[in-house]
């Protein structure tokens, strides 16, 4: 009767230890799969961070391209300025130089009817 009760503790003890084993090893499963998806969701983590460290950078260069492109705007404006500037003066320029050509041919004709004039007032022919 006692070697009866002692066999029944006997598997009742291995069957206590096949269970708690059992949950022991489910737990070791549980535990390593999240630690699985941990180890992923660094990675995930660590990747995102890279394309954000990528499109900072991308944005930078953008940046400094936009800030040369306007400074080369603003060079290209100032030069059409002083182009215009001079143009307006040349203009200004062509504008009495043409009036002191007029100025200078009308004198010639006062000069040339003068002469034509006292030429004939003396009789003689005025020259070619």
Do not use: F
Not at 49 to 56: A, F, G, K, P, V
Request: glycine share 10%; charged share 30%; proline share 2%.
């Amino acid at each position: 009767n006692q070697v009866a009760a002692l066999g029944r503790s006997l598997a009742a003890e291995r069957g206590r230890s096949l269970v708690e084993g059992g949950a022991l090893r489910a737990l070791e499963i549980a535990v390593g799969g999240a630690q699985a998806r941990v180890g992923g969701a660094c990675r995930a983590r660590d990747r995102a961070n890279e394309r954000l460290r990528l499109q900072q950078e991308a944005g930078h260069l953008l940046w400094v391209e936009l800030e040369a492109a306007r400074a080369a705007r603003a060079g290209a404006e100032l030069r059409a300025q002083e182009a215009e500037s001079q143009c307006r003066a040349r203009g200004a320029e062509l504008e009495q130089l043409r009036k002191a050509v007029e100025a200078a041919q009308q004198s010639r004709r006062r000069a040339e009817q003068e002469r034509d004039h006292t030429a004939a007032q003396v009789g003689h022919a005025p020259r070619p």
